[in-house]
């Protein structure tokens, strides 16, 4: 009897050891549980997010709120393997839109500074050639359709930029420079040619008083004549 009533105390121990052992799993179940179901809500709110960020044309700081969602994406542990792929995805697809958007961007605008870079550089070459070109007159007409054409050009980047402009404006300086020479030059031509001008009209005067005086001599001297 007493080995029966032994036997039956250590069946009741084991069972009872088994009840705590299945009621700490059950616990830590839970537990796995919710941090999963906490990760699974942080996880969806940064996908949303994500999504929302994705049609953002702000490159540089929606990039950075990518990189600070990529590291709260880390630090929000498991919500299971089929809601982290599923999620994940979502996440991941929203990134890689934004990356092409920023690539598509960023690409045009290096294609349309490098485009601008040679339109620049012909107008440049061109400004060089009027710059020395016999017709300063034509040649500066020239350069104002060439300075239109510079404003129209776009950004080719502040290097290539200031270093074609002072290109350009030297060569806007030297015909500007050769330009004020020639027009001194006329202006003076002018101002002898008025000079030769007036003295010539002076000498007719005075040659024209001169006969004058002399013809009212000779018409004196007749009427005083008998």
Known sequence: ?????????WGERVAAGLDRLAEGRGRD???VDRRRAAAKGVKERLVARAES???STEWKSAGDEFRRLMSEWKAAGSA??????????RFSAARDRFSAARKRHFDEADRKRSAAKAAKERIVARA???AGAADTRAASEEMKRLMS????AGPAGREDDDRLWRSFN????RLSQR????????KAQRVKSLQDALFRKKQFASELQSRTYDAERRLGEMRMRP
Do not use: H, M, P, T
């Open 149 to 152: 054409e510079w404003k129209a």
């Open 128 to 130: 060089q050639a009027a």
């Open 170 to 173: 030297a060569a806007r300086d």
């Open 29 to 31: 179940f839970g537990e």
């Open 1 to 9: 009897a007493a080995g029966r009533q032994g036997a039956a105390g």
């Open 179 to 186: 330009s004020r020479f020639e027009w001194e030059q006329r």
């Open 53 to 55: 960020l994705s049609r």
């Open 80 to 89: 299971g393997r089929e809601q982290d792929d599923v999620l994940w995805k």
